[in-house]
């Protein structure tokens, strides 16, 4: 069986404000992260990748983070974003960490931060820019996606999820409304 390729961002584990500001509907942090544990662990099995664009915790100790990425499937990389502290940075089990990634997936070259870019490398070649950040607030530009857990219904997404998300919604916006106009 392949290795799948998920992408992710904004979990803020431990982070209040992921239910104050951006209304996610769990009644506690708790809650609110076995939820994100549990949506990740249905989709991404144990020898799949993860890239996780950024803002992954904010708050917990650096134990509770160490904890977290550990009950996490999946060969994980991070891509900083503004709210990864020491502690999630220094937390054993990424494959790696940096600020900025290019890699092809699907025969895709896709540009990874966790902000999104008006241009990016290869953009009028196709590829593809994949971002955080913006917690599905941004109206995306074509070829790039947000891949943060808000708008991508809390669980990592593959690269062909992506691409057919965007095709539906395209589509739904095309068809008539049921009185038939």
């Known amino acids: 069986m392949a290795v799948a390729v998920h992408f992710t961002s904004d979990?803020?584990?431990g982070d209040p404000r992921g239910?104050?500001?951006d209304r996610r509907p769990f009644p506690d942090?708790?809650?609110h992260d076995a939820a994100l544990v549990e949506a990740w662990n249905a989709v991404v099995e144990p020898d799949d990748e993860v890239w996780h664009l950024g803002d992954f915790a904010l708050g917990p100790p650096p134990d509770r983070v160490h904890a977290l990425l550990g009950?996490?499937?999946g060969r994980k990389h991070l891509i900083v974003g503004n709210n990864d502290g020491p502690s999630t940075l220094a937390a054993p089990g990424w494959a790696s960490v940096g600020h900025y990634a290019e890699i092809v997936v699907?025969?895709?070259r896709l540009v990874l931060c966790h902000y999104a870019f008006r241009t990016w490398n290869g953009m009028g070649r196709g590829a593809l820019n994949l971002h955080g950040h913006s917690?599905?607030?941004l109206?995306?530009?074509p070829r790039q996606y947000d891949v943060g857990v808000d708008p991508m219904g809390f669980t990592p997404v593959t690269l062909d999820g992506l691409l057919t998300s965007r095709r539906r919604r395209r589509t739904a916006k095309k068809l008539p409304d049921k009185a038939g106009t």
């Open 11 to 13: 979990t803020h584990f």
């Open 19 to 21: 239910l104050r500001i």
């Open 29 to 31: 942090l708790a809650a």
């Open 71 to 73: 009950s996490l499937a």
């Open 106 to 108: 699907d025969e895709r």
């Open 135 to 137: 917690h599905g607030r």
């Open 139 to 141: 109206a995306p530009m």
